[in-house]
T-cell receptor, first 115, second 112 residues
Framework: AQSVTQPDIHITVSEGASLELRCNYSYGATPYLFWYVQSPGQGLQLLLKYFSGDTLVQGIKGFEAEFKRSQSSFNLRKPSVHWSDAAEYFCAVGAGGTSYDKVIFGPGTSLSVIP | DGGITQSPKYLFRKEGQNVTLSCEQNLNHDAMYWYRQDPGQGLRLIYYSQIVNDFQKGDIAEGYSVSREKKESFPLTVTSAQKNPTAFYLC???????????FGPGTRLTVL
């Protein structure tokens, strides 16, 4: 069955430091891959997505992610974190099923930023 | 502007009452979804619909009901059978079942 794991429940970084959020998936074919961000009390906003082509994907707010097929990973990175990046981050996989296509969300990683 | 609207933003309900949460989209998307989110938790799928007049149960459908009479609307009813309905409810839509999902701002339901 398809699944998504985000090994880090919570991460704390200092403002200006680099950031990497991990995401691993289980799926037999090439999936669609997404990263979303959620501020407290808000809906989810798409940061970036990978469907095909260049495995390094640029997104909004200075984020990027790299699809590594051999590692079944799609880690999110940012070179310099800003205090406003503190939020919940969700990795998601779009997969084709036997009867329907669906998107599976990971459990999320909560990011705190120290000024 | 295209997008998804949810109303109301905050909703209070007495125990034993049914309540309906609204979700409307003008993105011309075929697929729509309802998720529940509890504090510190991820998203749990309640119901989804991939086409008008058709919908399927998600992982936690008990105590909830939906309808999909129009492409742009996917209301969720929280019934009195739902034992712990206090939560944050998110509606989303997408072009196809595995495509980018676009989310509404959410409705926070509190049972008094």
């Amino acid at each position: 069955a398809q699944s998504v794991t985000q090994p880090d429940i919570h991460i704390t970084v200092s403002e200006g430091a680099s950031l990497e959020l991990r995401c691993n998936y289980s799926y037999g074919a090439t999936p669609y891959l997404f990263w979303y961000v959620q501020s407290p009390g808000q809906g989810l906003q798409l940061l970036l997505k990978y469907f095909s082509g260049d495995t390094l994907v640029q997104g909004i707010k200075g984020f990027e992610a790299e699809f590594k097929r051999s590692q079944s990973s799609f880690n999110l990175r940012k070179p310099s974190v800003h205090w406003s990046d503190a939020a919940e981050y969700f990795c998601a996989v779009g997969a084709g099923g036997t009867s329907y296509d669906k998107v599976i969300f990971g459990p999320g990683t909560s990011l705190s930023v120290i000024p | 502007d295209g997008g998804i609207t949810q109303s109301p933003k905050y909703l209070f309900r007495k125990e034993g009452q049914n309540v309906t949460l609204s979700c409307e989209q003008n993105l011309n998307h075929d697929a729509m979804y309802w998720y529940r989110q509890d504090p510190g938790q991820g998203l749990r799928l309640i119901y989804y619909s991939q086409i008008v007049n058709d919908f399927q149960k998600g992982d936690i459908a008990e105590g909830y009901s939906v309808s999909r009479e129009k492409k742009e609307s996917f209301p969720l009813t929280v019934t009195s059978a739902q034992k712990n309905p206090t939560a944050f409810y998110l509606c989303a839509s997408s072009r196809t079942g595995r495509d980018t999902q676009y989310f509404g701002p959410g409705t926070r339901l509190t049972v008094l």
